[in-house]
């Protein structure tokens, strides 16, 4: 956001509902992609804004592509990082093709994660999340662990992420729970979002690390690699980080910096 201010730009962020200082939806357990694809466009309204680039990472891209399908005369132009195209519904991340044991899966199951991260205090929960999530294999429980026992409580933060870091993080995690961070995007990420015809027009960026887990997804490197994610986004430009993991914009924020303006510039 600093960087984009300083180019000139006017660079807007804001918690989602249920997530850091927001307010949790009246109820969680029903809130969805579409209620925050409605607060992107109502946070434009509020502020006056016409037109904006839309950037999102990981599950903030479903917002992103969502606002840019249904809503195309607000989007100037996309740019996603670690997440292709997808729409939630039974025709995006679909989990009959996952591995069992893998951390969406069990995250989608109500309860499941609440007693995993219950047995430790947020600040831990927060740091294994930032250990397992930053290598390059796909987080899977067997049968008789969960996904936080995946991480060896002696591993070291990644050099990228500080102390500091993870004591704000763990604050508003304190602050707002999982609850509403569970149900979105996990416990929502199969429903039917009503959107019939996918297709983003807008010009589109994709920031991907060559060493990100979300690679290894089923069909996923296909989708990105032959271009077959260019049918539901036909203008956009696909980079790819050689070092670069699912937390590239914080382990590589000049280079990701860089990316993002260059774009912007062009568009």
């Known amino acids: 956001m600093i960087a984009m201010a300083n180019a000139g730009y006017r660079a807007v962020a804001f918690d989602f509902r249920g997530y850091g200082l927001s307010d949790h939806p009246p109820e969680p357990e029903r809130a969805n992609f579409n209620d925050l694809a409605d607060d992107v466009v109502a946070l434009l309204d509020s502020l006056a804004i016409d037109k904006a680039f839309l950037v999102g990472k990981d599950f903030g891209a479903f917002p992103a592509f969502t606002v840019a399908v249904t809503h195309p005369e607000r989007v100037l132009g996309v740019i996603t990082l670690g997440v292709p195209f997808l729409i939630p519904g039974p025709l995006g991340v679909q989990f009959d093709l996952l591995p069992k044991g893998y951390y969406v899966i069990r995250w989608a199951e109500p309860g499941r994660a609440e007693a995993d991260f219950g047995r430790f205090d947020v600040k831990t929960v927060v740091r294994n999340i930032y250990i397992l999530f930053c290598r390059s294999d796909l987080q899977v429980a067997g049968d008789n662990e969960e996904i936080m026992d995946l991480v060896d409580p002696s591993t070291p933060l990644p050099p990228w992420f500080t102390e500091e870091d993870l004591d704000v993080y763990a604050t508003l995690y304190q602050n707002s729970g999982f609850r509403t ?60 980080m050689s070092e670069g993991n699912h937390f590239v914009q914080e382990q590589l924020p000049e280079q990701v910096n860089e990316l993002i303006l260059s774009f912007l510039a062009k568009n």
Do not use: H, W
């Open 181 to 240: 961070a569970l149900q979105v995007p996990y416990r929502c990420m199969q429903l039917d979002c009503g959107i019939t015809n996918p297709k983003v027009i807008a010009p589109s960026l994709l920031i991907m690390g060559e060493k990100d887990y979300v690679m290894k997804s089923p069909g996923m490197e296909d989708y990105i690699r032959k271009g077959i994610v260019k049918q539901f986004m036909p203008n956009l430009d696909i980079i790819f």
